[in-house]
């Protein structure tokens, strides 16, 4: 249990369409990330945001935006959708810094058809 | 920028038996190290992390890792492996400034023999 929690869990749309995939941190935690696993791959670093600010971003195309909350909380917006969208979204919180732990949640299972 | 190669796709020990999984990384400072593994279906469940001090990291269930800055490696290991350690394991290097960007390897899927 990592005190992550993302939602939902699984989910499919249509090409062309807009996703929005939750994330809730632990608390304290001021710091998240969103990863992008395709099947069959490592995590790939999409972007990162602190304290509401997007600050880090992989090579992800516009697309991809994402809004971090207040209370921390975040949220991981894909538009467009493609095929290649398809994957699962991990976020990842932790408090700012280097030497912190990093707590992933479970993820959300995203097919796009 | 930093990256991480992960030599072996595909694993397969017997129960028991050791196990060494290989783990390569490239950044220019002090890297921030990790090994996380991931049950199918499932999300990532950190097992050791290396920041600095002593080479040799220990784990939880009983893994271990040792960094070696002259081979820019970070092996992952078990003495004995068990039925529930099949799963995919992950290498990262996280950013000096925050770990939380983290670039991750493309895994090793083990295969426990019984």
């Known amino acids: 249990e990592t005190g992550v929690t993302q939602s939902p869990t699984h989910l499919i749309k249509t090409r062309g369409q807009q996703v929005t995939l939750r994330c809730s941190s632990q608390?304290?935690?001021?710091?998240v990330s969103w990863y992008q696993q395709a099947l069959g791959q490592g995590p790939q670093f999409i972007f990162q945001y602190y304290r509401e600010e997007e600050n880090g971003r992989g090579n992800f195309p516009p697309r991809f935006s994402g809004l971090q909350f207040p209370n921390y909380s975040s949220e991981l917006n894909v538009n467009a959708l493609e095929l290649d969208d398809s994957a699962l979204y991990l976020c990842?919180?932790?408090?700012w810094g280097s030497g912190n732990t990093i707590y992933f949640g479970e993820g959300s299972w995203l097919t796009v058809v | 920028a930093q990256s991480v190669t992960q030599p072996d796709i595909h694993i397969t020990v017997s129960e028991g038996a050791s196990l060494e999984l290989r783990c390569n990384y490239s950044y220019g400072a002090t890297p921030y190290l990790f090994w996380y593994v991931q049950s199918p279906g499932q999300g990532l469940q950190l097992l050791l992390k290396y920041f600095s001090g002593d080479t040799l990291v220990q784990g939880i269930k009983g893994f271990e890792a040792e960094f070696k800055r002259s081979q820019s490696s970070f092996n992952l290991r078990k003495p004995s492996v068990h039925w529930s350690d099949a799963a995919e394991y992950f290498c990262a290097v996280g950013a000096p400034y925050n770990n939380n960007d983290m670039r991750f390897g493309a895994g090793t899927r083990l295969t426990v023999k019984p």
């Open positions: 990842a919180s932790s408090s």
């Open positions: 608390s304290g935690h001021n710091t």
